[in-house]
């Protein structure tokens, strides 16, 4: 059993010191506490708020609805005599001072067309003015029905207000006008003796029309008719304004953290928010949560404290490991193996990670390989062309010298695949690849472009473009001449095996092989990358359609 502890073990040293360290963990315990603390009275002083704020919606929507009944009985005593005599109603609407002491911003009597044909105080100057496209008087005219209107900004008179109308009908019940009463929201109504107290030391009372995000009544007057951000700018007054009720934590348009709750009045088209700041309302648990933040802040020194010590002596090795590296990520820099001085898991994981080193610079230069070159000719691939390509196209640019791309396709290379097999055709392109380097300079490219295609680029010519395709000419002439010599190729061998000490008979295959070479000749002043490889592509289908085995220089076609 004692075995099973091997004190040179690093899994015992720090497996056995963990535990320690963990048993001060608690202090995770008391945070999590404390969260759950200020969770819980979140939810209870969100759930009073809440309840204060209904009975605030419920007393706006009494008073509303009482405003409602007083026009409604207002308007059952209006005949369509008394509607047709304008001076009459005046003096109808002047005698009930209900109708004013409910009413701050006045009462106007409206014709059938949405026209104010009377109104009280007659100095608002009201009388004539057209408001048939006002919902309230919409509903009242054309839906016969009674309603608070949205909250309007008007110019003449300016201020911002609501009205709240009710239809006014015949004998036969027909509506032939509609009566409106206006609360101006600028000046004291019947809402400020319900926001005329602040909730708390720093909460407040607000009403919201939610149409023009606008506060229209509240206990702090230095907010009254402020316009609350516009729709994007902050998400919880979005869901406010369309139609959240509940209690959340989040922070005002002036930046302040508040618990806030909120009710919907839909009768107004409004939502009441009581807020509360959150200092305030968490106050009774700030200096428990200060006690329990002092205790863990001590006990997670002491513990990093203890951590840093065992870590350090303990994993020193590691450590100086790391440095070293540190030291193998410039890429100037030799590769070299780290040193292994103990005898421990993190021994094993160093001589682990230097036979990694070992593996991964084999790979490294396979990966390459396979990359950037033919696996059978071991000549550039394509993607190695391009990046050549695009910096010979470079060069021109600084040097003003000329450049040249040759696409060559074999003549006669499909029979030889037929007859006797893609053995015998990969060694003849394997033979093409090796003549291929004979015939370029040591800057120039030759790459197998696919199948029985390859390419050569020419790099450094001539400033002089004539020149410069005379050299081209002469490379390309040496490469149709390499190209069209016999190729002696050797056949593959039966798989049957021959006695012991029995020669192995070769048998060789001549075959003929000439090339169709296109050639187009660049400088700086030429097309993209991709235009020049399709020139030169096309040249080669012009070598192809002269007959085969040709040189062809690319010309546009006409």
């Avoid at 608690?26 to 945070?31: G, M, T």
């Avoid at 070769?506 to 235009?531: M, N, P, R, Y």
């Amino acid at each position: 059993m004692w075995n099973l502890f091997q004190w040179q073990s690093l899994k015992t040293r720090i497996t056995l010191y963990c535990l320690g360290i963990f048993l001060v963990g608690l202090w995770s315990l008391a945070f999590y506490a404390s969260g759950m603390l200020r969770g819980d009275m979140q939810r209870l002083l969100g759930d009073q708020q809440f309840s204060t704020v209904s009975f605030m919606v419920a007393q706006v929507n009494q008073d509303l609805e009482d405003r409602l009944q007083v026009l409604e009985k207002v308007a059952s005593k209006i005949s369509p005599t008394l509607l047709a005599d304008p001076a009459a109603l005046q003096a109808f609407l002047s005698d009930r001072l209900l109708l004013q002491d409910s009413f701050n911003g006045g009462v106007i009597a409206y014709s059938l067309e949405g026209t104010a044909i009377a109104e009280i105080p007659l100095a608002a100057g009201r009388v004539g003015a057209n408001h048939r496209e006002r919902d309230y008087l919409v509903s009242a005219l054309e839906h016969d029905k009674a309603m608070v209107g949205q909250t309007v900004i008007s110019a003449a008179p300016a201020m911002t207000f609501f009205a709240i109308a009710a239809p006014v009908h015949d004998e036969r019940g027909k509506v032939i006008g509609a009566i409106a009463g206006v609360t101006n929201l600028e000046i004291p109504s019947f809402l400020t003796k319900i926001t005329n107290h602040t909730y708390g030391q720093t909460g407040n009372y607000f009403l919201m029309a939610s149409r023009y995000r606008m506060i229209v009544a509240t206990s702090d007057q230095e907010r009254l008719m402020e316009v609350l951000p516009a729709a994007g700018i902050s998400p919880w007054i979005d869901r406010f304004v369309q139609g959240f009720n509940g209690s959340v934590v989040t922070v005002n348009p002036h930046g302040h953290e508040v618990l806030v709750s909120v009710k919907q009045i839909p009768l107004a088209g409004w939502y009441a928010s009581v807020t509360l700041a959150s200092d305030e309302a968490f106050e009774p648990i700030r200096a428990m949560q200060l006690r329990m933040l002092l205790a863990t802040v001590l006990l997670t020194l002491l513990a990093g404290g203890a951590t840093w010590w065992m870590l350090r002596r303990q994993l020193s090795p590691m450590l100086a490991a790391v440095n070293t590296l540190a030291s193998l990520s410039d890429p100037t820099q030799p590769v070299q193996r780290l040193a292994i001085t103990r005898n421990d898991e993190i021994g094993d994981l160093i001589g682990g990670f230097n036979h990694l080193l070992d593996t991964l610079s084999q790979r490294e230069e396979q990966v390459r390989q396979l990359a950037f070159y033919d696996p059978l000719t071991q000549l550039p691939n394509r993607r190695l062309l391009n990046d050549r390509l695009s910096q010979a196209m470079a060069a021109t640019r600084r040097s003003d010298c000329h450049g040249a791309l040759m696409f060559l396709d074999l003549d006669n290379f499909k029979p030889l695949n037929d007859v006797h097999g893609h053995a015998v055709g990969d060694l003849l392109l394997m033979e093409t690849a090796a003549r291929l380097r004979q015939c370029v300079r040591e800057i120039d490219t030759v790459s197998r472009f696919g199948g029985d295609e390859f390419v050569v680029m020419l790099s450094d010519l001539s400033t002089d473009t004539a020149t410069a395709t005379a050299e081209a000419l002469g490379i390309a002439e040496k490469i149709h001449t390499a190209l069209a010599a016999s190729y002696l190729l050797p056949l593959p061998l039966p798989s049957k095996a021959l006695p012991a000490g029995a020669l192995q008979e070769v048998k060789v295959v001549e075959h003929h092989c000439t090339a169709s070479i296109g050639v187009i000749v660049f400088s700086s002043l030429d097309a993209s990358q991709d235009e020049i490889l399709k020139s030169a592509d096309a040249a080669m289908y012009q070598a192809k359609d002269a007959g085969r085995n040709t040189i062809q220089f690319f010309t546009a076609p006409v």
